[in-house]
């Protein structure tokens, strides 16, 4: 029992001091990728343990695999070595260089499932085609992070990190198999072969080569007939979410085998609008929330009804407020903001006069509905109200710690120290260009897949709390500060090891002197140190 105990007493004091030449080679290289060959000082050292630093690198990100794919159960690694290397930023996947790429395919695919409400991407179209059918790249990408997903569950080396799992699940995306759901089935055998036919023929009206795809023609009347019982009784498996697709690549103007009597006595389309509309507001009562999900049990035509409104009218919705900002700073007379918004819908969908009616519906009745909608509340972006949401949690711990540097395993809310990591992955390359325009043409050079204005929106907001883009940077100054307290006080940075006032203080310091004689200083840190006068030879005072 002893013996065991002072084994694995040996094996952190061993990792410990691999721990501190790790944090060495970050110091002077700023990132934690040790070439498997790189060798250093401790490296000729005879002291036990003290292996190759690069192998010891690969070694924990080995074991951190196994950790993972064991839940903690199997493995060296634990979760205070977890911790401490997190701490330095370190790397579990040195792999993933092209992480621009990978964020702009992942904001793709979050696009695809806003619009389809799966992440199963299609292969449409044959392989040999001289023009990429639609959505072939993003097929190819998701294939791959599945392939990645079943090499980090073998313990093998992969380029999906932990992180970059948790953000393909908060989309729904199953990197394993799974049922599919039925609007996937409804989408996969006939939709997708339509969106196909248009791409390979480039003409709307696919109706002469149906023959050559069995039952998609009878698939197309089928569809056709639904539509009418929906409109009628509002019942039946077509959804409004299911007819917004079809509208979208000009269903209506394709042909069946057969003609289809138009139903009698379905009711108007502004009054199906308003019996969804009442729906929404008696969620919105109960649940204080217009979130309605897109499989909602209770009903499911409802959330379909919402994901249709955030897609045909969610690119007018900022428009009030930014008129609003307009009216009151630049004095435009008559320009109102029901004028600009009437303008904008009608420049959008074709309208050219006023009164006109498109699809039964006009440009007028299409502004009353936005104003309804805005009336209650209602969540034009989803994932912008969830980045809200995550924000407004970091807010409150800054309030409560004055400090935005939460842990990744902060018990009291475990997501948020995952999600401030993320926000310094996206966006921690922009945070320290000061001047605007550079700044939007970095972001539009990265190509993330979100937009120039709604990233230097959120980075603005992360600012505005004294957001820390880099940790590292933010404890040496808080240690560099604290010196200058001692200085202050003592007239002397000849602060004892054991400095009971403020413990850590003493060891910083006699690192930092380690540090220079090693050459891992920055230039920056030298000088913010030689500014208040700080010894670095101890034995020549």
């Known amino acids: ?73 199997a493995g060296k690694m634990t979760p205070w070595r977890i911790a401490k290397l997190n701490k330095i930023d370190f790397q579990w996947n040195p792999g993933n260089r092209n992480d621009g790429t990978w964020k702009a395919m992942f904001q ?8 389809y409400n799966s992440t199963k991407v299609p292969q449409l179209g044959s392989k040999d085609e001289k ?21 980090l569950k073998r313990n093998e080396t992969s380029q999906l990190t932990p992180d970059r799992v948790q953000l393909l699940e908060s989309i729904g995306m199953s990197l394993s198999s799974k049922p599919v759901t039925d609007d996937e089935k409804w989408l996969k055998p006939y939709y997708f072969k339509l969106v196909s036919l248009q791409h390979q023929y480039n003409i709307t009206d696919v109706s002469e080569h149906f023959s050559k795809h069995r039952g998609l023609a009878k698939w197309v009347e089928e569809q056709k007939r639904e539509y009418d019982e929906y409109m009628r009784s509002g019942e039946g498996s077509m959804t409004a979410w299911r007819f917004g697709l079809l509208k979208s690549i000009n269903f209506a103007r394709m042909r ?26 008696a969620y919105k009562q109960q649940y204080n929330s217009t979130l309605v999900p897109q499989m909602w049990q209770k009903d499911r035509s409802l959330g379909s009804w919402v994901g249709t409104q955030r897609k045909n009218y969610g690119q007018f919705a900022n428009i009030t407020a930014e008129a609003e900002f307009a009216d009151g700073h630049q004095g435009k007379v008559g320009d109102t903001v029901g004028e600009r918004l009437t303008s904008s819908i009608a420049l959008a969908f074709g309208y050219s006069h006023p009164g006109q ?8 009745e299409i502004v009353y509905r936005i104003s309804r909608l805005n009336d209650i509340g209602f969540v034009w972006d989803p994932l912008e109200e969830q980045w809200k949401e995550k924000y407004d949690r970091l807010v409150a711990f800054q309030k409560d710690h004055n400090s935005t540097l939460v842990p990744r395993d902060y018990d009291a809310d475990p997501e948020l120290g995952n999600w401030v990591q993320q926000q310094r992955d996206m966006y921690g390359e922009f945070a320290s260009i000061v001047d605007a325009e550079e700044l939007k043409e970095s972001i539009r050079r990265a190509k993330t897949g979100l937009t120039v204005e709604g990233i230097v929106s959120r980075i603005t907001r992360l600012n505005d709390v004294g957001f820390v883009w880099d940790p590292l940077v933010e404890h040496w100054m808080e240690s560099y500060t604290k010196l200058i307290a001692y200085k ?3 007239n002397s940075t000849l602060v004892p090891f054991n400095y009971d006032a403020e413990p850590g203080l003493g060891p910083w310091v006699t690192i930092q002197r380690v540090s220079k004689r090693r050459r891992t200083l920055s230039k920056e840190q030298i000088r913010h140190l030689e500014l208040i006068d700080f010894v670095w030879d101890v034995n020549g005072t």
């Open 1 to 73: 029992m002893t013996t065991n105990r002072n084994k694995n007493l040996r094996d952190d004091e061993r990792w410990n001091e691999n721990l501190k030449r790790l944090v060495t080679f970050k110091n002077k290289f700023n990132h934690t990728n040790v070439p498997i060959k790189y060798t250093d000082d401790g490296d000729n050292e005879d002291a036990d343990g003290l292996v190759h630093l690069g192998s010891w690198v690969h070694h924990q990100r080995k074991e951190y695999r196994i950790y993972q794919n064991t839940n903690g159960e």
């Open 108 to 115: 793709e695919l979050v696009s695809f499932k806003q619009k």
């Open 131 to 151: 023009n990429d059918p639609p959505y072939r790249k993003l097929l190819k990408w998701v294939e791959k992070q599945q392939s990645q997903y079943n090499r």
């Open 256 to 281: 069946t085998a057969s003609t289809t009597k138009p139903a009698s006595g379905a009711i108007s389309r502004n009054e199906r609008w308003t019996m969804m509309y009442s729906r929404l507001l």
């Open 357 to 364: 009616t498109k699809n039964g519906v006009t440009v007028e």
């Open 488 to 490: 202050m006080e003592f």
